[in-house]
């Protein structure tokens, strides 16, 4: 039996469709192996899951969680800080690689006044006092990326993967 290895670097779009679903407990949906054994197809998808915030960031990651966050624990949910400065996407041993392109139209980034680090603060309202108030006095609020610039940053970081992977990419658009 085949086996075929994706590196999906995205969100609940990403998740959902691909590998699982689940509303309330309930599993709705088993991901794309489903679909291989329902149509008689002879391989098995090991999908590597990480959620990413934007292009921008991941562009941006060394894949060492800054100190400025790594000394705080934040309660990001999802969103690990771990995960949002991964740069394993780069050197992952990949059949192929899918990205996302919502959290370049959706996500709104703040970035540290003094280093520019980009953090996305997953249910910041949720946070201690003492946690959003460093947020508050540490970073400046961002809008979500323009089109124009998103697509720019969308093409550089497939250049970058083409520069180290030698595999198939496939940006998943936001659809309906």
Not at 109 to 134: I, Q, S
Request: with cysteine.
């Amino acid at each position: 039996m085949k086996r075929v290895t994706i590196f999906a670097k995205g969100n609940v779009d990403i998740h959902d469709s691909l590998h699982s679903c689940r509303v309330g407990g309930k599993l709705l949906w088993n991901g794309i192996n489903e679909v291989l054994r329902s149509r008689g197809i002879a391989a098995v998808v090991r999908l590597k899951h990480e959620t990413w915030t934007r292009s921008d960031a991941l562009l941006a990651t060394s894949g060492v969680v800054p100190p400025e966050i790594s000394d705080r624990n934040l309660a990001l949910g999802y969103y690990s800080a771990e995960s949002q400065f991964s740069s394993a996407i780069f050197s992952c041993d990949a059949d192929a690689i899918i990205l996302s392109a919502l959290p370049d139209f959706a996500t709104e980034l703040v970035r540290h006044h003094r280093t520019g680090t980009l953090l996305y603060p997953n249910d910041a309202h949720k946070w201690p006092e003492n946690d959003r108030n460093w947020l508050r006095d540490e970073f400046s609020e961002r809008a979500s990326l323009e089109v124009d610039a998103a697509m720019v940053h969308l093409g550089r970081l497939i250049e970058r993967l083409q520069t180290s992977l030698d595999v198939p990419i496939l940006l998943y658009n936001v659809s309906s």
